[in-house]
């Protein structure tokens, strides 16, 4: 379900503010979509510019190409963002918007690599303006659907909170074990590294960096991993098997009632649940539905 | 649910060809069956030789009949696929279809291999003959569930691109941050090589042949790690918990009959099952159902 | 649901058989039950002494008490299994059936490693016996759940078998481009061993001892973490989204009829779906439940 | 649902007593909020000191001023534990209750840790105060949820134990067949260390610490990964299949009403909720519903 299109930052009356503001903002017109498509393009190709960018190699040989290019990038962006400032009768309120700071995060960077060139890495967050692409193609279904999943993990929030903090609990004990019982010597070398050795494995990632060579540890490794994992399969495996239960319930033998027609009984019923009327012979339920 | 079998490519009238489509393409026929299974062995077995092949300490001892073997194989499917083509009505339309373009991409090979050695390792994507395999053998079941699996993938492809354009964007963020924390003399030498590390980490894969060292780093990738499995385990335990509290509900509503006692009545049932009767109002639901 | 108990094997009529019968194979009686307990606890033993004797230290140390208590075990197993067999009226059945065999394997080894040492590992397949442990602690609850689990995997083997089918023509195809792709010289040393590493990436293991070192390689692997992992998160949310978009039907405004008391409406209906009378004033949905 | 609070320690007639039973037990007092705040502060911050404590740098560079704080945190701990036991009515029971053992425990190791120094790392054990910290926030809601995530679990206990006694089987076995086709040369130094990599395997975590060198061998870990992942991903693709095939059958038999046109009726629906008027029998189903 799509929502109504909100005027959140002030939609200009007329005048070539009004021009503007349907090219950028809105994509009813074949303007408003051209624009959006070929500030996909650009976004994209300065997001793989930052990346051909730091691998060594590229760098040594187009050191110069890339520098140009992303001034041309943030030369563009720069001209869009003063564009959307300008062009909406409330500029703040998209300054200070999400949109709007990343609008801004984008072309700083460029502007302060010139001045602190170490902070060259923190171009790559252009890829928000990834979020943007997806509001300008008028895929407002994505967008509806990012909003519907940040809006679905607010509404959980608490159930989220409330099982890190048990599984933080679990890590923070089972880290200080391990700690205690493997030592500095097998990798463990502190309570913070035990416990960042307890989520690899608790999340069965397992990179093993750092791995138990007592028994003990391995036998206290075993555990967390039956937990980290089990987390996973024991939950599916009751929930396969309820759904199985109920699927081997509702469909083979679920007869329609004669006289008034209302259907899902169960096999061994003998009267209509609904009139009360007699149903025919109960069917021995079937051990097996076909899959 | 089978379909009705489609006649795409042109079912011939009679004669020769008649019969050579109710072998090849049909598997009504003794002599239809009999060809698939062959068909089968003969795929299998040509894989097989393959793998083998690609074994050092194999490919040492039986170079010879390695090749012997393949062309025997590639001869074999070229007068099966001359057969397919000259027997159907459209043989274009076989041509260009996937079978058919499979059916070219396994015999190709061997003559390309012939002119360019290097290309040998090509031969493999025979195994998409498995897909031919289970239509010939008349398990359209099969051929009915990978068809039915891919009209799944496509119909559900909106929600699987935004989450995998998530996925992606948590990536490339973290991936770059960790490129700035870590650095190249940790393992981080490039951006993308920081990008592939934030996938072996956040689909809990973890290689460990890139591991983070740095106390902000290995803070960072325990984020990362709890996001991968969190995904995973959060979802999960939710609809665990709604399953169980649904059943909780379900069956302690289910109510008694006041005359003859026979339980398991769903919430609507207005009339006994066994006796015909009339129901009382819902009993007061157990707070723990037997698990 | 417990299953009624089956005369497999042939109870005997009287005498010291149905003695031996009632105590071996019932569990109704105190010496049946005593029995039971003892049997685990030999179990148990037994295959600690296996695990231990496994152990270089622990092998050095106590040899010769564990080769003692290996043929104590291995004796009163014997004496058990000649007695399940004399005291059933169909021996053969017994020596046949799923248990028998186990049994049978249990004390086989101990006697062959009299004449091959090198087979004393195989002793540890006694752990089957737990199997019977269950059965035999009348926990027939137990055992009627491995029958459960049994048959349900029988029942959806076809699903089962489409899914690994197509699992592992993923791992064959992308371990075969791995392995053109990086070649021996970065450890995919042959097809098989590329088949190995792609089913540790895309099983989400990642055991790390082969790794890709080139960027396409890199970026394969990627692909097939993401659809390793990916095949778990994306059905995971798409059913978590469908329960909570669920959830959030049922549960807020559902409203019961004043007229007939049935319950489950919609929040925008106005007219009962039971008896048409009309509803209260329809509530406006609220956009999120609590959680 | 928040259970109603239980006065199981015995709450106080009055007196100085009452003043600090309401003030450290419960929260409805603005004191009694003050001092649930301050103590969670306290209980974070000890926890943080033992961390830091651990690091090596850390503790060279502050080892004096970590033990200043540590034995403030214990006096701190120490009065509260002691203001506890002597405003209950029944103090002997909250000294044998879960929580009062956690304060024991809190407390404790820095008294021990004079005399033995070598037990300094279980002090980190004061995290179990953390379940204290949600029950004197008020956040019952979090006790309340511990509480029934703790119930949940122990309720289908036979559940888990039949699943994991399953699993502790698989990888017994599948720990000795490798110990005997890798053997110690591989790393499979003994059963118990194969099992230890099968749990690492079938867990999907994969440390890498341990890897199967031989062809058999790397074949038996195939299979192990695919049976460990499969767990997880076969349920839940067949829990989607289900979700999906039942949404697409509940959907498109939403009827339309012939007299107004509204969509969306409930299969059992009698009566049109937007009109009041009757429904007719059910439209044909659609094949397949928008995703």
Known sequence: MKPARRDVF???QGGWRLRFYTVIFESDTPAGLLFDKLLIVAILASVAVVLA????TLHAKYQAQFHALEWGFTLLFTVEYV?????VRHPLRYATSFFGIVDLLSILPTYVAVLFPEAQALIDVRILRLLRMFRV???TAYVWE?????????ASRRKILVFLSAVM???????????????PENGFTSIPTAIYW??????TVGFGDITPKTDIGRLVASFMMLVGWGTLAVPTG???AEMTARRMLDTPASRACGACGAAGHLPEAAYCLHCGAALGSAVAPREEAAP
């Open 10 to 12: 002030g939609r200009p």
């Open 53 to 56: 960018d730091s691998v060594g």
């Open 83 to 87: 564009a959307r400032l300008s062009c």
């Open 137 to 139: 193609l008028k895929l």
């Open 146 to 154: 990012y909003q519907a999943m940040g809006r679905a993990l607010v």
């Open 169 to 183: 609990m679990i890590v923070v004990i089972m880290g200080t074990v391990m700690y205690v019982v493997e030592g």
């Open 198 to 203: 307890a989520i690899t494995t608790m999340t």
């Open 238 to 240: 009751i929930v396969t």
